[in-house]
């Protein structure tokens, strides 16, 4: 059983940087794909962004592109979600989670972690 805990989640002014971390809790392998989400109040949770270990494959959502930065410390078994030009629009819960697929649906991912509040006012 794999154990996801995200952790760096806050308030922060529009325009402003975070650096959110996702530990796992058992030792990582190079095929093992890690990804962001995040949900927002009354919306659907929404693909953020994926690597595999080692960066070999990352993957960004339109939204985030060019903003966000996805990023791994094998060593630590952590991944990061270093978030810059935050937005009013990227408020949501992050949620850290762990697959075999390449892929942007939530239902291809079987461990997640119980989710950081990320509040960005305006």
């Known amino acids: 059983q794999v154990q996801l805990v995200e952790s760096g989640g806050g308030l922060v002014q529009t325009g402003g940087s975070l650096k959110i971390s996702c530990a796992s809790s058992?030792?990582?392998?190079?095929?093992?794909?890690m990804a962001w989400f995040r949900q927002a109040p009354g919306k659907e949770r929404e693909f953020v962004a994926l690597?595999?270990?080692?960066?070999?494959?990352?993957l960004y959502a339109d939204s985030v592109k060019g903003r966000f930065t996805i990023s791994d410390d094998n060593a630590k078994n952590t991944i990061y979600l270093q978030m810059n030009g935050l937005t009013p629009e990227d408020t949501a819960v992050y949620y850290c989670?762990?697959?075999?697929?390449?892929?942007?649906?939530?239902?291809?991912?079987?461990?997640w972690g119980q989710g950081t509040q990320v509040t960005v006012a305006s």
């Open positions: 989670s762990s697959g075999s697929q390449l892929s942007r649906a939530p239902s291809a991912y079987y461990y």
């Open positions: 690597t595999t270990w080692g960066a070999d494959n990352t």
């Open positions: 058992t030792r990582t392998w190079r095929n093992t794909v």
